[in-house]
């Protein structure tokens, strides 16, 4: 039964970690972009803190585990797929612009409202880059 292969399980939670994780830090982003219009940007800080640290963090550590143990499972099988050394370029350049989502949000509940300066373009480029990492990997099963 493949289903039940180590590497289907593997890829199953990367991609499922995936789903969550963009999706709750693109609503971070979203709220910290949004807080000065709000009658308290600190409040609303906070409520995008608590999604990042209950939703996006821990999201992103099952996410980044699980394709770690895949690569580990066949790295020289990976270090010959050109598109996952693009791809690979993409997720870190997710994970960088989460790390400074999260660390904008943080001052924003800590009521700075000028941090959210920015935030819905922050946001915006995580979209695009995670889309081209969806991209490249699909790409990789297409005839």
Not at 101 to 120: H, P, Q, T
């Amino acid at each position: 039964m493949r289903w039940l292969s180590l590497p289907f399980v593997l890829l199953a939670a990367h991609l499922s970690a995936n789903v969550v994780w963009i999706g709750s830090i693109l609503a971070v982003a979203a709220f910290g972009a949004g807080a000065a219009a709000s009658t308290s940007p600190a409040e609303v800080g906070a409520l995008a803190r608590r999604v990042y640290s209950r939703l996006a963090q821990p999201a992103f550590a099952v996410s980044f585990l699980a394709g770690l143990c895949l690569i580990l499972l066949a790295p020289k099988a990976y270090a010959r797929m050109p598109w996952m050394h693009a791809k690979l370029t993409l997720a870190v350049v997710v994970i960088a612009l989460h790390h400074v989502i999260g660390a904008r949000v943080r001052r924003i509940s800590k009521g700075n409202a000028d941090a959210r300066r920015g935030l819905g373009t922050l946001g915006l480029a995580t979209l695009v880059c995670a889309a081209g990492a969806v991209m490249l990997g699909l790409a990789k099963s297409l005839p």
